[in-house]
């Protein structure tokens, strides 16, 4: 059982507290696209850019300092919260998108790296490059259940290397289809990347296991964290991953900053994603040479007040205690379960009971004549009721195919929902049932 006070959580989000549609409470159940931020975060947001507002490493007055100071601390925060020990392996991007982009980019052009420090003229490459170069023979490998963010850039990088992009498929019940792992994960695999939770099924994957998989074979393994890590508690050493990657706006954070861990030797040997300033370490007319890891991936201006924010949102969800609001959610989902399967008429998506997924319920619905409903409909009346959801494909396109689907509504459970809202989602679905009889 948990021991979340959820009314005393939401009192600490002050949208919670705002009427919609008419006076309606708004019942928000979308967090899966973006969770709501506490007063906390908003304070910390809004405290840097009244107190300490300056560019970051470069000015030497008080001002550059405590920036500098706040943006680090929020790296060596990530590293504690993900169970990392070196800091200098975590790299801040605008989101997860562009972290898993980086590491795509960067396997694709591994040949053209330039180790820091003394050693070998810039430009060239070496054995620790080549060997993590995607090239044409290789194979890339993926899942069905990807969000598009997981797919697109491995699909770039295919076409740009001449290597092959192969993928897990999903069981009937939302599951990856394992059966054939020794054939997809085979000595031309260079990269396996996973969803540790699907942001449609909710499923949470087997990590370990496919990474052991990979590793037995010679390929690295990137994990996309964005729905696990706001709900559970992470190490990223034990999930056996290369790189792992997840957003704070998710996490109770600010949008506009993500987090990409990677393995140190994997960070020193890749070549950069982007170039500009703070990402070199020296530049003439003729070359230029590249800062250690994570600053060679941080080339520019970097969002340094949303990086206070992320801090600050660690420590609140640290306050409450990951073990704390993954036991709450799990105890929030069984309810979730038992009430939705009162509703005659829909089918729910993904594993059926609260036992390896998370709080992500899609589904589809019909009316009472049995005619599906459209999902962008049922959305639609649920927000005149004043219920937040989702409706759509939700940047998942490949595993509603798999399903037969083009779209679904998707309401997402976080610690600060209760069950009165879980309530309010069913009857809602009665009264959006009831309205496509009526007409």
Avoid at 116 to 143: C, H, L, N, Q, Y
Wanted: aromatic share 6%.
């Amino acid at each position: 059982m948990s021991d979340i006070d959820v009314g005393r959580v939401r009192k600490d989000f002050p949208i919670l507290t705002r009427s919609v549609r008419d006076g309606r409470p708004l019942v928000y159940l979308d967090s899966a696209n973006t969770s709501q931020k506490p007063l906390q975060v908003i304070d910390a947001i809004e405290e840097f850019y009244s107190r300490h507002n300056a560019n970051i490493h470069r000015a030497t007055h008080q001002l550059g300092e405590e920036a500098t100071e706040a943006y680090e601390g929020a790296r060596l925060k990530v590293a504690g919260f993900i169970g990392v020990a070196d800091e200098s392996e975590v790299v801040f991007t605008k989101n997860i998108s562009e972290g898993i982009n980086l590491v795509a980019y960067a396997l694709g052009n591994a040949t053209l790296t330039q180790p820091t420090g003394p050693g070998r003229p810039p430009g060239t490459s070496g054995p620790e490059a080549e060997r993590f170069r995607v090239g044409p023979g290789d194979e890339i490998v993926i899942t069905e259940m990807e969000h598009h963010s997981n797919i697109v850039p491995w699909q770039l990088l295919a076409q740009r290397t001449g290597a092959t992009l192969r993928w897990f498929g999903v069981t009937d019940d939302g599951r990856l289809d394992l059966s054939d792992v020794d054939e997809l994960i085979n000595e031309r695999t260079k990269i396996v990347a996973v969803a540790h939770q699907s942001n449609v099924l909710g499923t949470v994957n087997p990590v370990r296991e496919i990474a052991a998989k990979a590793h037995a074979v010679g390929a690295l393994v990137l994990v996309d964290g964005a729905q696990a890590v706001p709900q559970m508690p992470v190490n990223v050493a034990e999930l056996g991953a290369d790189f792992y990657g997840f957003t704070a706006h998710k996490l109770c954070g600010p949008t506009g900053i993500g987090v990409l861990w990677g393995r140190r030797e994997l960070l020193e040997t890749l070549p950069p994603f982007l170039g500009g300033g703070e990402m070199i370490e020296t530049v003439a007319m003729e070359r230029s040479t590249y800062a250690p890891p994570p600053h060679k991936f941080e080339a520019g201006t970097m969002p340094i007040a949303e990086a206070a924010g992320l801090s600050a949102a660690i420590d609140y969800l640290r306050g409450i205690g990951l073990e704390e609001i993954h036991a709450y959610e799990h105890e929030l989902l069984a309810y979730a379960l038992e009430r939705l399967r009162e509703v005659e008429g829909l089918r729910l998506l993904g594993p059926a009971e609260a036992v390896d997924r998370g709080g992500a319920l899609s589904f589809t619905l019909d009316g009472l004549d049995g005619r599906e409903i459209h999902p962008h409909d049922v959305s639609q009346v649920l927000d005149a009721h004043g219920v937040a959801v989702r409706a759509g494909h939700h940047c998942a396109r490949p595993l509603h195919r798999r399903f037969g689907l083009t779209a679904s509504t998707r309401a997402s459970l976080y610690f600060y929902n209760t069950r009165a809202e879980v309530d309010a989602l069913v009857d809602g679905l009665r009264q959006t049932q009831k309205f496509f009889s009526a007409a």
